[in-house]
């Protein structure tokens, strides 16, 4: 079967300081792939190349594709939408404008309103924040509005770049179950940055772990969380 995403040779620069060295991971359609690492492998830097955020060398496809050399607006148009690090909110703006900002590619009002009540489907307590200006919102509600920003998109892949960072586990637990939702009522695929290791091969169905912008391991998240070297290496037993 063709991935849905796929980097054949992928290499990243930011400057003339070369951070990917050759990267190859794909993302098959419908399924949830996992990009571990320690801090500064790669892992972020990937999810630029992809976007289109930074200059590369190499291919990464799309659909069978190629959107090497596109530009950002041009590849979040195909369906590929990026949930960044930090959470990316617009802080001045309230939890409708921030969502409104997400569908601003579909203009259609009817549209927007059904996919807005969409997403309260996931995120309740997003609607009650609806006037809220998203600056004022807790940490854990902050990353729901960046999923659910990105969901106004309609997406075919989301780009998740450390969903659990800076949150109490219960959030954690709670956006985790919720992703699998998303992905398991809306077939959308799933590129996913965590630094919990575990947490993201259990939501996972495949993984690569990165290196010093090199994958180094690559398989099944169910055989990787059974791999010796990378148990004692990234889930610490």
Do not use: W
């Amino acid at each position: 079967m063709q991935p849905l995403l796929q980097t054949r040779g992928l290499t990243a620069f930011y400057g003339s300081t070369q951070a990917l060295f050759g990267v190859d991971i794909t993302v098959q359609a419908g399924g949830i792939t996992a990009l571990l690492g320690a801090n500064g492998a790669g892992k972020t830097t990937t999810l630029r190349a992809i976007c289109g955020m930074i200059r590369i060398a190499g291919e990464i496809s799309f659909d069978g594709n190629s959107i090497r050399g596109m530009p950002t607006e041009s590849i979040v148009r195909l369906g590929i939408a990026h949930v960044p690090d930090g959470r990316g909110t617009f802080t001045d703006l309230t939890v409708e404008e921030n969502l409104r900002l997400g569908g601003y590619l579909r203009p259609s009002h009817p549209e927007l309103a059904a996919d807005m009540e969409r997403v309260f489907g996931y995120f309740p307590v997003l609607k009650q924040r609806l006037r809220q200006q998203a600056g004022t919102l807790s940490g854990g509600e902050q990353q729901m509005l960046a999923i659910s920003r990105a969901l106004m998109l309609r997406p075919r892949l989301m780009l998740l770049d450390e969903p659990s960072f800076g949150l109490a586990p219960l959030i954690v637990q709670e956006i985790f179950r919720i992703m699998r939702r998303i992905n398991e009522e809306e077939k959308v695929s799933m590129l996913l940055v965590e630094q919990n290791a575990k947490l993201a091969l259990d939501l996972a169905d495949h993984a690569f772990l990165i290196e010093t912008g090199k994958v180094v391991v690559a398989g099944k998240a169910a055989d990787m969380i059974n791999d010796e070297g990378v148990r004692r290496a990234y889930l610490g037993y």
